[in-house]
């Protein structure tokens, strides 16, 4: 008989996910490539400097896809926790553990670009503002939540130890986001916004969205990666395993 | 615009360019390091699968 929750089980199989993600893979880094080659050009040849920020801004089409890319993947990573705590499904747990390095690498680069974007337009490398401040803290909720999961013995125990980090870190999220509204702060505003016509130049606006989709399928194929890497390891005794690995 | 004038970015290239190759160094060194950390799993669940079977057919 069919059930309605077939299709859930299916999509929390180890199994499944390894075979799709499989397929999904050399397609996602051709795509990646292109948008990459596409986005470089138009990122640091064809878009024009800024008025006042001159060639500097050209930093932003690493700066903002980053950034965005370590939130997004963060409320992914929460919700993969949650949905493992909860349902006790295992896939959930092998992708948020998997996430993790990924998302603190595009912290890392959020912060170390805005420090070189910050030194030749606000003249200071680092300021203590609530953006820069609270995107630091994502840093180390990323490395806490390995450091944690990985602090204990059993695996399973860790899963779930370090999902509830994951899950009550997520406040910081729209603390990051809202924090140039909520405090006064050297940090610029959101660059696209979804309401009304974008403050910036076309050219720009056509290399940040390529890039922002770019850096997104890159850390999507990053964490495919990373996550069969941790479904074979976990699911080794698993008859499919042996069966796909000595083929 | 020549090439020493599109690397000089008009006086701002450090910056600029010192954020594309960190980022591309970070971003080639996940997916080498994760092609390393596969080719390692593997080979060890290979051989492990290997010493199962000569003790499953000794048995």
Redesign the interface.
């Known amino acids: 008989m069919k059930n309605k929750w077939q299709w859930f089980h299916r999509l929390s199989s180890p199994k499944w996910f390894y075979e799709i993600s499989g397929e999904w893979l050399p397609w996602i880094w051709t795509i990646t490539i292109l948008l990459f080659a596409f986005g470089l050009y138009q990122g640091l040849y064809v878009s024009p400097p800024d008025y006042q920020q001159g060639n500097s801004v050209r930093i932003m089409y690493i700066h903002v896809p980053t950034a965005f890319a370590s939130l997004f993947f963060y409320v992914v990573m929460a919700v993969a926790a949650a949905i493992g705590y909860i349902w006790r499904i295992k896939l959930a747990h092998m992708a948020a553990i998997s996430i993790a390095p990924i998302g603190a690498a595009m912290t890392f680069i959020a912060l170390f670009t805005g420090s070189f974007w910050g030194r030749p337009t606000w003249g200071t490398w680092w300021i203590w503002d609530a953006r820069i401040t609270s995107e630091l803290i994502l840093l180390f909720l990323y490395i806490g939540y390995i450091a944690l999961h990985d602090a204990y013995e059993d695996r399973e125990v860790g899963d779930r130890a370090a999902g509830i980090l994951a899950m009550v870190g997520v406040v910081n999220i729209p603390i990051i986001h809202y924090s140039v509204y909520w405090w006064n702060t050297l940090h610029q505003g959101a660059t696209i916004s979804k309401f009304g016509k974008p403050s910036i130049d076309e050219q720009m606006l056509v290399a940040l969205l390529v890039m922002i989709v770019a850096i997104m399928l890159f850390a999507t194929a990053a964490v495919l990666m990373r996550t069969r890497i941790e479904i074979i390891d976990r699911e080794s005794h698993k008859k499919w395993v042996k069966e796909v690995l000595e083929s | 615009m020549s090439f020493a004038e599109?690397i000089d970015?008009?006086?701002?290239?450090f910056?600029?360019w010192?954020?594309?190759i960190?980022?591309l160094v970070?971003?080639v060194g996940?997916?080498v390091i994760?092609?390393l950390?596969?080719k390692k799993?593997?080979l060890k669940?290979?051989r492990?699968?290997r010493t199962q079977k000569i003790h499953n057919d000794k048995i």
């Not at chain 2, 970015?9 to 290239?13: A, K, R, T, V």
């Open positions: 599109f970015m008009g006086g701002q290239g910056y600029i010192t954020c594309y960190v980022t970070l971003f996940m997916v994760l092609k950390k596969q799993l593997v669940l290979l492990r699968y």
